[in-house]
């Protein structure tokens, strides 16, 4: 059964676990290895969910998303002088 997951930032379309996985890594900069190391899940498991062969579940998504994104607010809020 194939999960489709609802993604706000593409203007509400459907997308699957597989799709929002490539774009969370390429939105990353990363290739999969560095990918793979900076959320700390075996390279091959990551390949699996990239080529279907196993279907990632969703709150690991939703836990990376959530990982890149506070980190991206952590890097804009590391500029901010007031103490």
Do not use: A
Not at 64 to 74: P, W
């Amino acid at each position: 059964m194939r999960c489709l997951v609802y993604n706000s930032q593409h203007g509400g379309m459907l997308m699957g676990k597989r799709e929002e996985l490539i774009e969370l890594k390429n939105k990353s900069g990363m290739n999969w290895k560095q990918f793979s190391e900076y959320y700390e899940i075996p390279y091959r498991t990551i390949q699996d969910w990239e080529h279907g062969k196993r279907e990632m579940p969703n709150y690991v998504l939703r836990l990376m998303q959530y990982k890149m994104k506070m980190e991206e607010l952590l890097k804009m809020g590391g500029n901010d002088d007031r103490k």
